[in-house]
């Protein structure tokens, strides 16, 4: 019985001082990414906070980027953006409480979001018509846009986005996981935000996801900097994310022109893979908004803009052909 209690001790012992290095250890590196970030960007007042935004490019027509339910915001539009500049003017922005974006007092709902993309880009003077080009919940987004700013858009590239059945849906077996991994519980988030578990996670996952070392520095040192911020922000998102579910529902996009880019996930196994299954189902679906819309199905992850750009690129420039000679 002695020798069970003195291991319990020792491993109390070392449970404790790997929680205060996981402390020291996030605090040094929040402290160490805002001092070595430069903030040059541009913000604008939206319903009385500020929003950060990128424009780059001076052509018309307007490409306007929207993001998924994570961290990065505008710089998950990195690559894309850069390239499709060239031939466009591009708004990349980050969402109220995401990344550089100050939180916003009104609820994370669908309509809400998409009023202050509108709000933004009214301010902004950004020339109409749109392009609108979104990830992941984005498709949520665009869905309760063209509710209300439908005129204002040209055309419309869904990069893996989000269909709103895909809770109501889904599988048993993986619905319940699907909910817990999209909001974590309290002190499982209070635990991994102050012990540098959610640092070391990210990292590591942009280390998989960018293979070129320029991209790397350049995403993770803004990422960084706003890293707590920003996953803050995503957590309240998530929280709504059932609401966003069901408002973005009927709707129609008419003749806009729609390119939807969908992730190929035959590597995924077990649950990821009855998942991916059930979501390339539901891929398909989003062919029926619009009286044009084509499908790409794309060898790649969720993040096709990341891992495969130059397919985000191709396909952005092929509807604003198609939209040109409407």
């Known amino acids: 019985m002695h020798i069970v209690w003195l291991i319990l001790k020792w491993l109390l012992i070392l449970v404790v001082v790997l929680l205060l290095v996981g402390v020291i250890y996030e605090q040094y590196s929040r402290y160490s990414a805002k001092k070595n970030f430069i903030d040059n960007g541009t913000y604008v007042e939206v319903y009385g906070h ?5 424009k780059r490019g001076e052509d018309m027509p307007t490409v306007v980027f929207e993001s998924g339910l994570d961290f990065s915001g505008h710089m998950s539009w990195y690559k894309v953006q850069e390239e499709v500049s060239k031939f466009a003017t591009t708004i990349s922005y980050d969402r109220a409480g995401v990344l550089r974006s100050e939180r916003s007092t009104k609820p994370r709902t669908c309509e809400n979001m998409a009023d202050e993309l509108h709000t933004l880009l009214e301010k902004i003077e950004a020339k109409k018509p749109y392009v609108l080009v979104v990830h992941s919940l984005g ?16 055309g419309i590239v869904f990069v893996d986005a989000s269909h709103p059945d895909q809770i109501e849906r889904a599988p048993e077996s993986i619905k319940a996981k699907m909910k817990s991994a999209a909001v974590p519980a309290n002190w499982a988030m209070f635990l991994s935000f102050h012990t540098g578990l959610t640092r070391l996670t990210i990292n590591s996952m942009l280390d998989k ?20 911020e920003s996953n803050t922000g995503a957590i309240e998102e998530a929280k709504m994310l059932e609401q966003m579910t069901k408002s973005s529902k009927g709707v129609s996009f008419g003749n806009i022109p729609l390119t939807v880019l969908s992730a190929n996930h035959k590597d995924a196994k077990g649950d990821e893979r009855i998942f991916f299954e059930f979501f390339s189902k539901l891929q398909k679906e989003h ?29 952005i420039r092929k509807i604003l052909e198609e939209s040109k000679n409407d």
């Open 139 to 154: 498709g949520l987004i665009a869905r309760c846009y063209a509710k209300k700013y439908a005129d204002t858009l040209s």
């Open 50 to 54: 500020k929003i950060h935004y990128v």
């Open 287 to 315: 062919l029926t908004l619009s009286t044009k819309s084509k499908q790409i199905f794309v060898k790649s992850g969720h993040f096709i803009q990341l891992e495969k750009p130059e397919v985000v690129i191709d396909a």
């Open 209 to 228: 996801l960018l293979k070129d070392e320029k991209d790397k520095k350049i995403l993770k040192a803004e990422i960084n900097a706003y890293l707590i």
